[in-house]
């Protein structure tokens, strides 16, 4: 239930190449008063460049709401697996993406 309303089903569609998925290594975000742009990148050590795999739009509301589902999702998955630890930023990673002014 949402707001004392019962949730309505939805049927999502898919295509193959998108069920399959990416991996992502790094994520940049950027934002305006409207929107945050998340873009998403797979580099592989020792190379010059790497992959933008994915971009994700969303309203900062919305944000929000993603990332108190994240948040929800990796607690359930500490609670089965155990404590995760955070990766180490890769070397470089200061200088790519932005920079607060």
Same mark, same amino acid.
């Given at each position: ?5 019962? %949730? ?8 193959? &190449?998108? =069920? %399959?998925? &990416? ?13 945050? &742009? =998340?873009? @998403?990148?797979? @580099? ?25 589902? =994240? ?12 404590? &995760? ?12 993406? @932005?920079?607060?002014?």
């Amino acid at each position: 239930m949402t707001n004392g309303q019962p %949730r309505q089903q939805m049927n999502i569609q898919s295509d193959p &190449v998108t =069920l %399959r998925g &990416v991996y992502a290594n790094m994520m940049l975000v950027a934002h305006t008063p409207e929107e945050f &742009v =998340l873009d @998403f990148m797979n @580099f592989v050590p020792g190379q010059p460049q790497g992959h933008h795999v994915g971009r994700i739009m969303t309203s900062p509301g919305h944000l929000k709401r993603i990332i108190a589902a =994240l948040a929800e999702n990796l607690k359930r998955y500490e609670t089965q697996f155990g404590p &995760v630890k955070a990766a180490s930023e890769p070397p470089g990673a200061k200088e790519i993406g @932005f920079r607060p002014s």
